[in-house]
């Protein structure tokens, strides 16, 4: 017979006992439960301090965050959309180019039309210059031009009813005349500029 009151080498025990926990398990536990609370008793301000800071650059981040994010998930869209789709995006926006192209060789070509007409109405009165010289006419007047580009004359400064002197605290006489109000030298009496 088996000491452990069991036949055939079988160990059995009691339902009701329950097992010994191991001490080394038990620190090992409490350690790990206690360990965070002493961190954060030692560090505790510098984790608020972190997480203030991590808060702070979070919200300046958090819309160039969302920007990306969203570019992204339209990119993985424009990816996954139909062909047929995409091909009329590309159509269109090479008919946009196009135009833009033909608009712009139209204005090349109105600009390069009127150089051309310009140099040809300059060269025109050149030789036309030179014929009168040759005629003894001499060179055409550039006295015309100068006063078909003068500036129009200034209009004359409009007539007031009074002089420019005249200020109404000094009276009908303007600033000419004695002088009007005079202060009495040493003292602070003021004697008017009437007769008396």
């Not at 160039?64 to 994010?69: D, K, S, T, V, W």
């Amino acid at each position: 017979m088996d000491p452990n009151g069991g036949v055939g080498g079988a160990a059995m025990h009691n339902p009701t006992e329950s097992p010994a926990y191991d001490d080394s398990a038990m620190a090992w536990i409490s350690a790990v439960i206690a360990s965070p609370f002493l961190f954060l008793q030692s560090y505790g301000w510098l984790v608020v301090a972190f997480a203030a800071v991590a808060y702070l650059i979070w919200t300046r981040v958090r819309d160039r965050f969302y920007e990306l994010y969203e570019s992204s998930v339209e990119k993985r869209e424009l990816s996954t959309t139909d062909q047929s789709v995409l091909i009329a995006r590309q159509e269109a926006l090479a008919a946009a180019r196009e135009r833009m192209q033909c608009d712009l060789d139209e204005k090349a070509r109105v600009f390069a039309e009127k150089q051309k007409a310009s140099e040809e109405r300059k060269r025109a009165e050149k030789v036309e210059d030179w014929d009168r010289h040759q005629r003894g006419e001499g060179y055409r007047s550039r006295v015309k031009k100068m006063e078909e580009t003068a500036p129009p004359p200034k209009p004359q400064k409009k007539r007031t009813l009074r002089d420019s002197d005249y200020t109404p605290l000094m009276g009908d006489g303007g600033a000419s005349g004695d002088g009007g109000f005079r202060r009495a030298s040493g003292r602070h009496t003021f004697r008017s500029s009437g007769g008396g």
